[in-house]
């Protein structure tokens, strides 16, 4: 059973369950019969509300709504940055140059953002894979030069001193 954090958490990272234009509600069971009509929380537009607790006027709104939560959140910045971010880099991972892929259906984010977890400053946008790397190697730079160095052939085993294979003997 789920402890009250683990469900706030759960909450505070999912999407909604449905998209912005299945929210439908039956304006006839309210007290005015019908929904009057709001501004877009992000982008002020006047629409009538499919349901009461529909809060933007479309599906691109309800999006960039919950990703710049999230980023704000989590990092201190809004989509819009991540956006200027994104095109500072052209599109693609810091390290390797990839375009980066979603790791679930709910995800929005390509490239995630990359950060310093002593500072909490933000380094970058990359893709999940060399995110992981970082994260692996602790962050440390000394442990990515020996990966470097191992990488490159630097170490002290030589060449040839690896296990023998034993030869295949005929049948006596």
Request: with cysteine.
């Amino acid at each position: 059973m789920r402890n009250r954090s683990n469900l706030y958490k759960t909450m505070l990272y999912s999407p909604p369950n449905k998209r912005w234009n299945e929210q439908t509600a039956d304006p006839s069971k309210y007290p005015q019969g019908r929904f009057n009509p709001k501004p877009c929380r992000r982008c002020s537009t006047v629409f009538i509300p499919k349901a009461p607790s529909n809060l933007y006027c479309s599906q691109e709104c309800s999006d960039h709504a919950w990703t710049t939560a999230y980023l704000k959140r989590t990092y201190d910045i809004d989509y819009d940055h991540y956006l200027s971010m994104l095109a500072e880099q052209s599109g693609v991972c810091a390290l390797c140059g990839g375009e980066g892929f979603k790791m679930a259906g709910h995800h929005r984010l390509k490239l995630v953002v990359d950060h310093c977890h002593k500072t909490g400053r933000i380094r970058g946008l990359l893709c999940h894979n060399c995110n992981r790397a970082l994260g692996l190697l602790h962050d440390d730079t000394d442990v990515i030069r020996k990966a470097i160095g191992y990488l490159e052939g630097e170490t002290s085993i030589r060449k040839g001193s690896g296990p023998k294979r034993a030869k295949a003997q005929g049948p006596r």
